[in-house]
Structures are given as C-alpha cells and as structure tokens.
T-cell receptor
Framework: NAGVTQTPKFQVLKTGQSMTLQCAQD?????MSWYRQDPGMGLRLIHY???????DQGEVPNGYNVSRSTTEDFPLRLLSAAPSQTSVYFC???????????FGQGTRLTVV | KQEVTQIPAALSVPEGENLVLNCSFT??????LQWFRQDPGKGLTSLLL?????REQTSGRLNASLDKSSGRSTLYIAASQPGDSATYLC??????????FGKGTSLLVTP
C-alpha cells in the first residue's frame, strides 16, 4: 500500500507564480485535507473534502484553491504564490470524520 | 478555540529509560486524540488513536492514556531506544473537521 502520496517533495517558486501540489491516496478514504506546518505555529488546516465533489475551507484558506473530482486525488492550487506561503504542506486522509488520519511525506515549498 | 499544549518542548534521555510525554487541551468535548511521530524532514506517522470513550491504547512499547475530564493525555514510551528520537505530536479532534495540533515534543534518546 502506498498510502498518501504527495508530489513534488520540494519546490521553489517565484512570487506571483502558480502551481499545483498533488495528493493521492489508495485507501478509498472519503475524507482528505491539506495542512501547512510552520515553525512555532504547528499544523493548520487549509482546506478539506468529505467526498468527491465536496470541499470546504479550513483555518487558513486564503490564496489556495482545491477541487475533488475523484475519491483518490485532492490537489492544492496556489493561485499567485507569495513569500508568506513558504511552508511545508501535508496532505492527510481518513476513512471518516473521527477515524485515524494518515499523512503524506510533505511538500517543502519555498517562495522567493 | 481548542488549544493544545505539549510539555516539555524538548527532552533528552539516555537509552533504556522509560519516559512520559504530556499533552493538555482546553476543550474537553473531543471526539478523539491521536499521537503522531515526525522524523526530521519527513511526514507524520500515526502512533495511536484514542476515542473519547476510551481510557488508553497500547502498541508495542507505547501506551497512550486519555483523561477527557481533566483535558490531559500522556504518551508513555517504555525502554527508550535511539531510534525513538523524533518529534512527537498530539492532535485533538473536536466537532468539525480539523485536527488541532500541539507544537510537539522533540525527543532525543542518547546511546
């Protein structure tokens, strides 16, 4: 089982560029989410999805878009990258709202 | 808003010691609590999940307890090994979707 797979592992962007962080899971989990991890701030929820076609905002959604066209994939789009979006991004999935959450290996993003 | 605190922020112990990591939370109306391990530059690995109706969970040398009424959880690691060196994160699930994370305890086990 691959679990939760994130690509790329590292990315450097220039301010204003756009990009998509990919997340895929092979566990047939309905719930998927994106977190960012910043020093001294812990992990914070960006967006989440409770099933294909259903997404909602988390604590820090500004500057990010998501969509969920399949159960397996949940990409995160940065519309116009800013230095404040320099962070480590983690994708997570779970079978249901109160079940064990599984995380990917992360994408380390630097915006210059 | 749920606040999750982990004490201590860092801990160094010699190999073989038993140790306890602490997690406290302000809102006791939780659904579950999950302990994770994070190695440097890596993702989060789930260690134990405790549902709100449970008092403890065990996996190998790890034992996690939950006292919902006092807003506390502990992660007990028996017979620590250098391979246990990592950051340990506690995450609490209330209503809604978000996991509320503490800032972690950085553990170093020295040979």
């Amino acid at each position: 089982n691959a679990g939760v797979t994130q690509t790329p592992k590292f990315q450097v962007l220039k301010t204003g560029q756009s990009m998509t962080l990919q997340c895929a899971q092979d566990m047939n989990h309905e719930y998927m989410s994106w977190y960012r991890q910043d020093p001294g701030m812990g992990l914070r929820l960006i967006h989440y999805s409770v099933g294909a076609g259903i997404t909602d905002q988390g604590e820090v959604p500004n500057g990010y878009n998501v969509s969920r066209s399949t159960t397996e994939d949940f990409p995160l789009r940065l519309l116009s990258a800013a230095p404040s979006q320099t962070s480590v991004y983690f994708c997570a999935s779970s079978l249901g709202p109160n079940t064990e959450a599984f995380f990917g290996q992360g994408t380390r993003l630097t915006v210059v | 808003k749920q606040e999750v605190t982990q004490i201590p922020a860092a801990l160094s112990v010699p190999e073989g010691e038993n140790l306890v990591l602490n997690c406290s939370f302000t809102d006791s109306a939780i659904y579950n609590l999950q302990w994770f391990r994070q190695d440097p530059g890596k993702g989060l690995t789930s260690l134990l999940l405790i549902q709100s109706s449970q008092r403890e969970q065990t996996s190998g040398r790890l034992n996690a307890s939950l006292d919902k009424s006092s807003g506390r959880s502990t992660l007990y690691i028996a017979a620590s090994q250098p391979g246990d060196s990592a950051t340990y994160l506690c995450a609490v699930k209330n209503s809604g979707y978000a996991l509320n994370f503490g800032k972690g305890t950085s553990l170093l086990v020295t040979p």
